[in-house]
């Protein structure tokens, strides 16, 4: 158990729909990444926060948003959905920047858009 | 562009010997590397990492060699064990003084041991 939690695990939805995605971040970490796993593909960033401030942003479509709360936790909103957007999404956390750290990963929420 | 590469999708070794997978960088920025393994239904899971000041990192069975001129590093499973069979991510961040970086990962590796 990484300390990472996501919800939800499973979600599927339709075209043209917008689902939420939360992330629950290890107690003490600051840092919330989100990435997505496509179809057996490496890891894409999509958008890193650290301590409610967006910090870095990577190839994170224009549908999509995110926030981190004062609480820490994250959301993640996918709106418009295409098909194309059926994939995995981690959120991971670190305490604050990787410079000889780790990110700890949460197990994922698949999203299925039909 | 593909920062960091993992060539070979995937790689069957038979128990007990050596497994070695690959990886390889373009950006010479990347400072700190670390190996991540992932099980099915599961979130990768960190494994071994390493320092650019170093070539080489042991933790007990894992070992990652890096070598900087070839921007090139290598993890070595030895002996390789059933459990071990699982995608493995190379991954890599390059330190700009802000505070939090975003990892680069490569399209990993699936390693199969059969018993």
Redesign the interface.
Known sequence: DSGVTQTPKHLITATGQRVTLRCSPRSGDLSVYWYQQSLDQGLQFLIQYYNGEERAKGNILERFSAQQFPDLHSELNLSSLELGDSALYFCASSVAGLAGGELFFGEGSRLTVL | DQQ?K?NSPSLSVQEGRISILNCDYTNSMF??F?W?KKYP??????LI?I?SIKDKNEDGRFTVFLNKSAKHLSLHIVPSQPGDSAVY?CAA?A?DG???????????TRLMVKP
């Not at chain 2, 239904?41 to 960190?46: I, Q, R, V």
């Not at chain 2, 505070?99 to 990962?105: D, K, R, W, Y």
């Open positions: 960091v993992q400072d700190y670390l991540y239904a599961e979130g990768p899971t960190f990492s320092s991510f961040s330190e802000y505070a939090g970086n975003m990892l680069t990962f490569g399209g990993g």
